[in-house]
């Protein structure tokens, strides 16, 4: 069985990119996380990924208080050092990232641009599907 890349996740969703601009925002960025039912949003500038914003960076650094929501900017609180991936990396290596880096959302770029997201959940659901597949092959 040929080994697995992001590139074929990528293939098999139809998801848009979900971003909001530095300046907006919290309160904005999770609107729009609700409106996308998303877990993240990446954080561009002219299309170029300057960070991510998850729920729980919103948890962790923001009172919970819808003020104080819009009155931070997303760039206050974003992930400034994304972890990210290509569509060549293999699904193997992103699971090791994820837990690596404790983060549940990898973003993949090409020339630092976003093409695409994929989750832990992505990854996992991809695993089990293959997994169960070679399975049902072996029987």
């Not at 549940?104 to 992505?122: F, N």
Request: proline share 2%; net charge negative.
């Amino acid at each position: 069985m040929p080994v697995r890349q992001v590139g074929d996740i990528l293939q098999e969703k139809s998801e848009e990119i979900v971003w909001i601009g530095p300046l907006e925002s919290v309160f904005d960025a999770l609107k729009l996380m609700n409106e996308k039912d998303v877990g993240s949003v990446l954080v561009q500038i002219d299309g170029y990924l300057v960070g991510i914003l998850s729920e729980r960076d919103y948890v962790r650094k923001v009172i919970l208080d819808i003020h104080a929501s819009k009155k931070t900017k997303v760039s206050e609180v974003m992930t400034r050092d994304v972890v990210t991936v290509t569509r060549d990396d293999t699904i193997v290596h992103c699971i090791a990232l994820t837990r690596k880096h404790h983060t549940r959302h990898l973003p993949v770029v090409e020339e630092g641009k976003a093409i695409g997201m994929i989750s832990l959940r992505d990854l996992f659901l991809d695993v089990i599907h293959h997994k169960v597949g070679e399975i049902r092959d072996d029987e």
